[in-house]
């Protein structure tokens, strides 16, 4: 049975830093695509940032330069350390395994202007 278990979610104030994480099982984690997503009140969701099982990062313009996707395969874990935050930041963050369209419950992230 795969789950993911985000946590890491929070209120900060703006310029702040929070560092989301998400852990996986029932996978062979070393194998997956994983990913952050993120859905604002009203709004669509969105991708955040992705890496692939070699390591390979993609990112939304929106946050380049401010977000950093990471994984450890032997804690079977992804993360996003997410810097310099904007109030335009608040969301739901989602943490997925893309190679199989799973998602995780989400976490919020509140930033406070």
């Known amino acids: 049975q795969v789950q993911l278990v985000e946590s890491g979610g929070g209120l900060v104030q703006a310029g702040g830093s929070l560092r989301l994480s998400c852990a996986a099982s029932?996978?062979?984690?070393?194998?997956?695509?994983m990913g952050w997503y993120r859905q604002a009140p009203g709004k669509q969701r969105e991708l955040v940032a992705s890496?692939?099982?070699?390591?390979?990062?993609n990112y939304a313009n929106f946050v380049k330069g401010r977000f950093t996707i990471s994984r450890d395969n032997a804690k079977k874990s992804v993360y996003l350390q997410m810097n310099s935050l904007k109030a335009e930041d608040t969301a739901v963050y989602y943490c997925t395994v893309m190679t199989i369209d799973f998602w995780g419950q989400g976490t919020q992230v509140t930033v406070g202007s």
């Open positions: 890496i692939t099982r070699d390591g390979s990062t």
């Open positions: 029932g996978i062979i984690f070393r194998l997956a695509v």
